[in-house]
């Protein structure tokens, strides 16, 4: 009886046991965007700050904000396709678009504007190695309304200190173009920095009119300022 009684007992917490494993296994699932999320400032290096890294690891990144310093006074919105999933900052690596993009922007700008952080955010929070990829793909269009509404509260948040955008999607805007799941990104972002309160910047335009990506190879690349036609292209400004 003494056997069949502890054999009882330890089927019964072997049970337990996997009921508890399985809850906090929905429970993980649930809230794995925050698990993932940065404790900011993370210190990336002896320049460098990550004040917030809104992300789930391989999947989507919101948004990633890097500063030079823990309290900035400036910073730009700078707007790309889709994050590359390389930048984590617990790890101290910054992914060689970022790192282009913060080396023309933090402690450098435009004509006497200094930028001293940025906040970077995609036309889609999809992690994805090649933006083509995005084509054939549903997960973007579901992931819209949270990423615009993301972008919008942002920027309300930053009110005090972000006023000017840099566009550098490249060409990559037509993956998401003619079914407007970038173009409502594009005007949420018009709606919240609107003209001329603010100033709309790329690092050229491209030969199909669209901002240029930070690592296309252009000599002297800098900030130039922009505007955005009706068609979504863009033209340099006068």
Same mark, same amino acid.
């Given at each position: ?17 996997? /009921? ?10 649930? /809230?794995? %965007? ?14 460098l700050f990550c004040l917030a890294n809104d992300w789930e690891k391989g999947e989507h990144r919101? @948004? ?32 060689? %678009? ?18 001293? @952080? ?11 190695? %090649?933006?083509?990829?995005?084509k054939n793909s549903d997960e973007p269009q579901a992931l819209q309304k949270k990423n615009i ?22 060409? @990559? ?9 970038? %173009? ?32 296309? /190879? ?19 400004k006068d």
């Open positions: 009886k003494q056997r069949i009684k502890k054999s009882h007992y330890s089927f019964i917490n072997s049970r337990i046991l996997r /009921h508890n494993l399985w809850i906090f296994s929905l429970y993980l699932e649930k /809230h794995k %965007t925050k698990i993932t999320m940065s404790t900011p400032p993370i210190k990336i290096n002896d320049s919101y @948004s990633l904000e890097l500063s030079k310093t823990e309290n900035p006074k400036n910073t730009i919105l700078v707007v790309g396709v889709n994050p590359g999933g390389k930048t984590d900052p617990e790890e101290k690596y910054i992914g060689r %678009t970022i790192s282009r993009v913060c080396d023309l922007v933090i402690d450098n700008g435009e004509g006497d504007t200094k930028y001293d @952080s940025a906040l970077f955010v995609n036309l889609t929070p999809k992690i994805a190695i %090649t933006p083509s990829s995005l509404e993301v972008i919008r509260s942002l920027i309300q948040e930053r009110k005090n200190r972000i006023s000017n955008v840099l566009f550098c999607f490249g060409n @990559s805007f037509k993956y998401g173009k003619d079914n407007g799941l970038f %173009t409502k990104v594009i005007d949420a972002i018009k709606e919240e920095l609107p003209l001329p309160e603010s100033k709309y910047w790329c690092l050229g335009i491209s030969n199909k009119g669209y901002p240029i990506h930070p690592l296309a /190879h252009i000599k002297d690349m800098r900030l130039t300022e922009c505007s955005i036609n009706q068609d979504f292209t863009f033209s340099l």
